[in-house]
């Protein structure tokens, strides 16, 4: 694997494990109903980043044995991945720019950041994540590349709705509510 | 801006705003006692105004005899709260109500040494904006911190949320319009509420505000939502990338639907007393109001 190819998968694995914690937050949020959750929403972000950690470890053991012996697989690894980026990177940018107005700008104004950026891109996160797909699938020629990563965003997108289900599902009832703390 | 004084035209259509699905869901009477709810009466309520994805939500709460099961009416009151609580906390609302009501608690801190100030937040819901000022508010231990609502399911789940952060602030179950017995003295309230008045009919604004007149209470704020195009596209949005429960997206985009404007407000109250000043603003209709997407109604007693 070149420099070039490692540092390409060091970024793809970073943008997944951003939006791993995002994910498990969202997952959390609505939820507990407390006001200081700090601790809460910690723990939220980290079980998405677990999530995913484990979903992507079956994902490359089951590769691991169906990868073909192909001469020119890692040359289509690369160019895939970087299709794939092309269009996260620059969703990604403006997320951080996003969340950089959100921490920065005064409480007065920090609603802009989620009115304008944040929110719209949460809705869109989906397509993006499929649009980066479509690009990277259509970049190669290898069929076990591109099941490779359509499974790699299958398991980011599965994140959320996962840790939902596994943790924050919980119908808060009139006895369970404000004795809800983590699992 | 739009500055509206009061004194315009009153009384305007009630009838054609939207229903939301939470407020046919429950009921208590004057005694506190839940109301039976049958699901055909508000299914031809919503019906009637046309609501035919509010029909379908409704459809699937459960139901024994043609009544609501009020166990699950309230796990779905109380998740569609939860999640509104969200709201509450991106619009920065309990930050909002905190600088407004800061010169007022101050003033009246300082009119006596030993005597509380109160302020209290009418139509609570789960007490997020109380149990903020409670926790983070950095108020004077002489600031009681009452929060009211006629929701009993909600009142119950705010003193547990509060009694689990060990907060200092209490909650009521009663009317918002009635303060005998919360306080002592009502002259030292600071009345506050937030996306309260789009669930009351004009004459029902009317009479809350006549309430706080009546008490003779020092000031009151009440946050709504500012009606239009831009806040209906915004609580649409909002509520889809945000929100899990079906009544919850339903009712947040009604809300905005259901808002009143400034000038419906102020004509609604107007005339009630001399003692307060009243001032609600809208921001024009062409600009969106990101910064403002709730704005108060606000009464402040006159100086003397």
Redesign the interface.
């Known amino acids: 694997m070149t420099l070039e190819t490692t540092f390409m998968v060091i970024v793809l694995a970073l943008i997944a494990m951003t939006d791993a914690a995002f994910s498990g937050f ?1 997952a959390s ?8 959750r700090g601790r809460l929403d910690a723990i939220a972000a980290s079980r998405g980043v677990f999530v995913l950690a484990v979903a992507e470890a079956i994902l490359i053991v089951v590769l691991a044995f169906g990868k073909p012996s192909s001469s020119g697989l890692p040359e289509q690894f690369d160019r895939a991945g970087r299709a794939m980026l092309s269009v996260y990177i620059p969703f990604a940018v403006v997320i951080i720019l996003g969340l950089l107005a959100y921490f920065t700008l005064s ?6 950041a ?3 950026l944040l ?2 891109l ?2 869109l996160r989906p397509l993006i994540a499929i649009g980066g797909l479509v690009l990277a699938v259509a970049s190669t020629g290898s069929a076990f590349i591109r099941l490779t990563f359509v499974a790699a965003v299958c398991t980011c997108l599965i994140v959320e709705p996962t840790c ?1 289900h596994l943790w924050y599902r919980r ?4 006895a369970g ?4 703390s983590p699992d | 801006m739009n500055l509206v004084s009061p004194g315009a035209s009153a009384e305007s259509a009630t009838e054609c705003r939207p229903l939301e699905i939470t407020d046919l869901i429950m009921g208590w009477d004057e005694q506190g006692v839940r109301l039976p709810i049958s699901q055909a009466t508000a299914t031809q309520a919503l019906s009637a105004r046309g609501q035919a994805q509010a029909v379908r939500i409704l459809r699937r709460l459960p139901t024994q005899d043609g009544m609501l099961v009020d ?1 699950a009416v ?2 779905t009151v ?2 569609v709260h ?5 709201l509450a906390e ?3 609302q309990p ?2 109500v905190l600088e407004h009501i800061n010169l007022r608690v101050e003033a009246l801190l300082a009119t006596a040494t030993n005597a509380p100030v109160y302020v209290i937040d009418v139509g609570c819901g ?1 007490g ?1 904006t109380a ?2 000022l409670s ?2 508010g950095g108020l004077d231990p002489r600031v009681h911190i009452i929060g009211v609502d006629t929701n009993r ?1 909600l009142i ?2 705010a ?3 509060a ?3 060990r ?1 200092g602030c209490r909650f009521v179950c009663g009317d918002a319009a009635r303060l005998e017995g919360l306080v002592d003295d009502p002259r030292r309230a600071v009345i506050v509420s937030s996306g309260l008045l789009h669930h009351m009919s004009l004459p029902q604004i009317r009479q809350l505000v006549e309430s706080h007149s009546y008490h003779h209470v020092d000031s009151f704020a009440h946050w709504d939502l500012v009606p239009g195009k831009w806040s209906v596209l ?1 609580a649409w ?2 509520h ?5 429960e079906a009544i919850s997206r339903h009712d947040g985009v009604a809300s905005a639907r259901r808002a009143w404007s400034a000038e419906e407000l102020l004509s609604a109250t107007s005339g009630i007393s001399a003692n307060y000043d009243l001032l609600c603003r809208d921001p024009g209709a062409i600009r969106p109001p ?2 403002s ?1 709730l704005r108060p109604l606000v009464g402040t007693v006159r100086e003397k």
């Open positions: 969202r949020c609505g939820r507990t109903g407390l006001v200081n409480w007065r104004r920090r609603f802009l989620v009115a304008v929110g719209p949460t809705l939902e119908p808060k009832t009139r509510l404000g004795l809800y | 166990s309230d796990e109380l998740r939860l999640e509104l609580q969200r991106e619009l920065q930050r909002r789960l997020y149990r903020w926790a983070r399911t119950e789940a003193t547990r949320l009694g689990t952060e907060l915004g949005l909002f889809r990338a945000r929100m899990r990101l910064t997407v």
